[in-house]
C-alpha cells in the first residue's frame, strides 16, 4: 500500500470510527427517553463489560481459548477475589498484573 | 472548568494508559512491519482512537487488502459506540452541554466508557471530568505508538511485567462494581455466554466484534424480561 492510500485509509477510518461515538450524544441530547427504554439501556454497561471480560480472558488471542494453559484464566481468579472483597480498582489491577507477571515469567 | 473534576478524571485514566501501553506500543511497531511510517501510526492513533480497528487495519494491509475493505471492517467494528454513546445520552442529560459532549465523544472507547459508567452510577457527569479522563487516555494512546513506532526495535518482551493483563483486569474489576443488582448479574452472564457462543458460531464476530453488540441487544433484552416479573 503506497503512501497516499494509508492516508486515505487513516482519514477514512478516522470517520467512521468517530461518527458512531459523536452522532447519538449529538442528535438524541434533545430527547426525552421513555422509562422502558431507560431501563434497557441501564442494561448495555454491565452486558457491554462482561462481554469485553469475557473475550479478554477466554479468548485473549483473538481465539477462543478455554484451558489450562490460558493463563488469563489464572490470573482472572485472584482479580475477581480481590476487586470483590476490597472493591478497590487499584488493588484489583495489582493482583492481576502481579499474577500474570509471575505466570509468565515463571510458569507459562 | 472544575479543575477538582479534571483532575479525577485524569487519576481515572491512569489504569488505561497503563493498559494502553503495550496495545499502542505493539500497533506502533506492528504499523511501521506493515510498512506505515512513523508518523502515519502517530497520526493513525490520534485522528482513529480505534484500538481494534486499527489492529485490523494493519491484518488487512498486511495481507494486501484494499483501503475500501479496511474501512468497510472499520464500519463493522466501531457500530457498537452506536449502543455505548447511546447508553450515555441520558446521564448527559442537563448536566453535559450537548457541544461539548459530543466533541469529547471523540474519546469515548471500551476503556473510558467502562471507567466512566462506573463513575457516574455515584457522580454526575461534568464536562471538566470527561475531558479529564478521555484526553489524558487518548494521549497514553498516542503516546504509546509513538513510543512503539521509534523505540520498537529496541524493547524486549513487555509481556514479561503482566502489563497485558491490565485491560482483563480493569475490565474484571469495573464489572465488579457495576453489577449491583440481581438483573444486572444475570444480564452480565447472559451476554458473556451469549457472546462466547456467537464468536464459536461464527468466528468472523470474534474478528468484527459483532458477537459483543449482537451479545448486548439479547442480555438487555432478558434483562427487561426479568426485571418485569418482580
Partial sequence: ?108 | MQKQEMRQGINDSIPIILGYLPLGFAFGVLANEAGMSIIQATMMSALCFTGAGQYIALGIMQAGGAVFTIILANVLVNLRYLLFSTSLVPYFKGQVPTAAGSLLSYGLTDETYAVSMNRYQSHPPTVSYIAGLYLSSHTGWITSTLLGATLGAYITNPDRLGLNFTLPAMFICLLVFMTRRKSDVFVALSSAFLCLLIGYLAPSTMGNLFNIIIATIIAASLGMLINEQH
Fill in chain 1, 1 to 108: 500500500m503506497n503512501s497516499t492510500s494509508i492516508w486515505i485509509m487513516i482519514i477514512g477510518v478516522s470517520i467512521v470510527s468517530i461518527l458512531p461515538r459523536i452522532l447519538p450524544v449529538a442528535l438524541l441530547s434533545r430527547y426525552e427517553f421513555p422509562a422502558p427504554l431507560k431501563k434497557w439501556l441501564s442494561f448495555v454497561a454491565p452486558a457491554v463489560l462482561s462481554s469485553l471480560t469475557a473475550l479478554s480472558v477466554l479468548a485473549p488471542g483473538g481465539n477462543i481459548d478455554i484451558s489450562i494453559n490460558n493463563s488469563y484464566i489464572w490470573a482472572f481468579i485472584p482479580t475477581l477475589l480481590i476487586s470483590v472483597k476490597t472493591r478497590s480498582l487499584f488493588y484489583g489491577l495489582l493482583a492481576g498484573i502481579i499474577t500474570m507477571a509471575v505466570l509468565y515469567n515463571f510458569i507459562f
